[in-house]
């Protein structure tokens, strides 16, 4: 039983990574009024960024290569963001139309170039991923270390960790509380002072860099290579995930954790006594059936923040 | 001074000429000649009968994909799972179209009806679920899709075939595709395309004529006002999943029946839902304007196929096609700026 624990919880924290990174990041867009259908988009721009930067650059920068190949990654997502903040909190675009646009741009472009600077529709793999780690000591600990500690990509950790730094930051400070009031009732917000647009272009662009992050760690980790089908749906996943999690920060990781735990579980699955006899299909739907029992039993109404979807036009009643 | 009918179509226009203009410069940027890639997308659809029909059936199914997610917008829902419920109804169109022996005017029509059941009962889900309990329709749709995708995989390889990738191609009688269309193009020109328009014209019938569409469209204005004037809003919400379902089902019918004539396993979406989303977006989720976006996206993912002879990478297309719609939703800023040329001429 342990050892099938020791097996599942690492493969779980490995899927789940790069969907809570970008389900941060739309907790902060959706949050702050501005919806975000363009996540898969922005996934793919990071995958396609931290790719290409790794490959280019791998034998310049060794090991450091992938870390920095992130942050590259988030450098683009950021940028990428600003055409969905530029059109639907400037220009007032419908959301869910850019959002859209935004995922069919960001898969036109990544392959475009790929094409471009590699000649072909596919990269190779990547030379540098990031690999597993036992964390030193804490491996250890009996039975916990095995868990926990033994063979984990630190990027799980990382996204753990930042899970929470984003629910302190929602919750617990003014910028947060910002972010709140101009997805809640962006007019209150603006009698009081705070600059509604400036707000909602940072959480756009917050979800940017998160999502960028995401489908880096996606590609660093995962599929160590960038092509047309790299990001088939983690974004809308990701999506899934803040709406699971009502749009709360810990609420959209545990949805993610569970997203991982549902894929590992078809991964694993065949390996464990009690499952091996049950049709792959089950195992593969499992996810997004429980997935709905979960919604439909236990939690029940989800209501987006208020102003959602709609844009703020300056002194309009 | 334009009336706001007249941005209606403007806008569009205007959008689609920008996006075309944008690929021209970045075709330029990245040393390629634009007229030459203009010129073979045009000649990618036009120089012969057979890629002209062949369009004809890549514009079928963005019909119904757009019919579908327009239909569901006008009711104030957004129906994701189009990808899903094409798949669903590919599947069960193949399935009656290869198991049952039947003439061809009963065979036919049952398999369209199969994909249309099959289609609508999976957005039956999110509609119920949405309706009855709250439940988040994105996020169900979403779900719905993947276990679609995997549980029509289990069909074809389990139960329509023994462990094959490719069902075998469904019964004459249960054909769309007609000898004359084929002797005459040389491609497989289904009569799809009829099905298709008649969706439409049943689409503007039921929300611009009907007691049922103007509840369904008020529940999409205001489901609050529409409740407190007696509407049903949870059964029109379940009502607008079904119908936007029904269209979706026979997107994939078009597929398993006319365009491939057989079902086969996918590892990833086909595509033809999530792009229904744009075309419904670009068509103003008219049933009419539907059309004309579904036929000018066939015609920019046809032609560009051809792009390669002029050495473009056909992706540019894509990033033509995500410009209009970033233009088209980006509409205020094109009517801003029309309105000040209004103005400076007036001086």
Redesign the interface.
Known sequence: MLDILYSIIPQTLFFAAPLIFTALGGVYSERSGVINIGLEGLMVIGAFSSVTFNLLYADALGTATPWISILVAMVAGILFSL?HAV?TIT????Q???G??????A???G??MI??IFGKGQTDFISQPIYTTDVPFLVDIPVIGNMFFNNMYITSYIAIVLSFLAWYVLYKTPFGLRIRAVGEHPMAADTNGIKVYTTRYLGVIISGALAGIGGAVFAMTISQNFSI?TI??QG??A??AV??GKWNPLGAMGAALFFGFAQSLSVVGSSIPLLENV???YL??A???L??LA??GF????V?PKASGVPYVKGSR | MFSSTKFNFIIPIISVILGLVAGAIIMLI?GYNPVLGYQALWNGVFDSPFFMSETVNRITPYILTGLAIAFAFRTGL?N?GAEGQVLVGWVAAVWVGTAIDAPAFIHLPLALLAAAAAGAFWAF?PGI?KAK????E???S??????AL??T??LIRSVLTDNQETTEPVKQTASLTNDFLIGLTGSRLHLGFIVALLMVLIMWVILERTKLGYELKAVGYNQHASNYAGMKVERNIVISMLISGLFAGLAGAMQGLGSFGNAFTN???SNLG?DG??VA?LGGNNPFGVVLSASLFGFLKVGSLNMSTAGV?N?????V???I??F??????IRWALLQLKKGEKK
Not at chain 1, 91 to 94: L, Q, Y
Request: charged residues 5%; aromatic residues 14%.
């Open positions: 055409i059109a220009f007032r675009a419908d869910t139309v850019t859209v646009a935004i995922n069919m741009l898969l036109g472009f392959v475009f094409k471009q089908s088939a749906g809308f996943m999506i899934a709406i699971f049709p792959q299909v593969l739907i996810p997004y059936v997935t709905i919604l439909a939690i029940g109404r989800s987006a | 990245f957004f994701i889900i679920l309990l709250g439940v988040h994105v996020i169900v979403i779900m719905m899709n993947y276990i995997h549980i995989n289990y590892t990833a979406f999530f989303i744009a977006l990478p992706e540019i297309i894509e990033i096609i995500a410009l719609i970033l088209v939703a980006s509409g205020f800023i």
